[in-house]
């Protein structure tokens, strides 16, 4: 199984990148509307097991649900839907890569945040309507993650949303590197499984989670939803993904006007001295 190198995995990111940023809005809001809904079925799936588990499982129950809840990513990467939190990743690099305007970068990026909502909101009502979320120990299961969710504090959920998105786009990373399907799929797994299980947040997986939530009667308003959890976690996944991923990634496997420019008058050398270094800047600093 060929792995690729960090600077084609770059490049790629910079072409999914371009490829939405270009996208037409009927296009992009029905894939961000498919990749919300996957994230809410993982999001399900998990609910699903982990509500039904014992007391006694203690901190296991975490990496139980963080086994399941990842095939929501999955769905979004192989079935190739829009995801806002993947997007802070690719469209930052596409950005940096000169492939796109910041015009087309944010209106993507709006779009693709709007398209999640409404599937996750839809996966929402369609458990509730199945009747998933109207007994116990569902129920209450939901009732109290989406109250505990608005009680972090706002410093607490920004830097959730960080370490969330900062493996969910290692995640995205992992599944680039690799050109067969079961390496995707370990790539995605394993880095999700570890989010999950540490207790970050993830703010299109909460469109699912806090709205169910509510609708089951859950003692949270939509202000408490929007202002105390929606908000900081969607700027930490905003800083996870496009600074330590994206931003990170392209100043160190990309050369082209990213390095300091007197950094790059350090090591410009003549073309005689590049003629007789053992190794080229290519291979010293990519």
Known sequence: ?????????????????????????????????????????????????????????????????????????????????????????????????????????????????????????????????????????????????????????????????IGCNWLVCMALWLALSSDQLSGKILGIWVSVMAFVTMGFEHSIANMFFIPAGIWVGAHVTWAQFWINNELPVTLGNIVGGGVFVGLIMALCHRKEALLPRLYLQNIRTSEAEQAIAPTSIKERYI
Do not use: H
Not at 66 to 80: E, Q, S
């Open 1 to 161: 199984m060929a792995v690729a190198k960090p600077m084609d995995i770059l490049d790629a990111c910079g072409e999914i990148g371009a490829t939405r940023g270009k996208t037409e809005v009927v296009k992009t809001m029905l894939l961000s509307f498919l990749a919300g809904a996957y994230i809410a079925l993982g999001g399900l799936l998990m609910a699903s097991v982990v509500a039904g588990l014992p007391k006694s499982f203690g901190t296991m129950t975490k990496l139980v649900g963080g086994a399941l809840f990842p095939v929501g990513l999955m769905l979004v990467v192989i079935g190739g839907a829009d995801l806002f939190t993947g997007n802070c990743l690719y469209l930052l690099i596409g950005l940096v890569k000169g492939r796109l305007t910041p015009g087309n970068m944010c209106k993507s990026a709006v779009l693709s945040y709007l398209g999640n909502l409404l599937g996750s909101l839809f996966v929402a009502y369609l458990a509730i309507a199945s009747g998933i979320f109207s007994t116990e120990p569902w129920m209450g299961w939901i009732q109290s993650l989406a109250v505990a969710k608005v009680q972090i504090s706002f410093s607490q959920a920004f830097w959730r949303g």
